[in-house]
């Protein structure tokens, strides 16, 4: 994985300058200027201040999956209740779900 390609992406993809993610993120501008121009990785520490001001989690820029989302209060919320239910009635939901998602289409 190329970190500063994936960051770059992450950051174009939010409309985001290199200015304005050293301004949000509290990172001095040269710092992540040099990151992005010279292909320099930025520390651990760094990278999570990045990421997180990317609103991704260390976890989730590391993962393979191309699709990185944040979800909403709500949206963790249905989640975190999901998880709750017994197996049965989560592959039923799935089901309502998908059923949904097809008249949908």
């Known amino acids: ?15 985001m300058s ?24 930025p520390s651990l520490a760094h990278l999570e201040i ?8 260390l976890a989730q820029f590391f993962t393979d999956d191309e699709v990185l989302m944040r979800l909403t209060p709500e949206e963790a919320d249905f989640f975190t209740q999901y998880k709750r239910l017994p197996e049965t009635v989560r592959a039923a939901v799935r089901r309502i779900v998908d059923a949904i998602a097809d008249a949908a289409h």
């Open 50 to 57: 990045i990421c997180n001001t990317l609103g991704v989690t």
């Open 18 to 41: 290199v200015y304005r993610l050293a301004e949000l993120s509290g990172i001095n501008q040269s710092t992540l200027a040099n990151t992005f121009s010279s292909g320099t990785v």
């Open 1 to 15: 994985m190329d970190v500063i390609e994936k960051l770059n992406k992450l950051r174009l993809k939010r409309n």
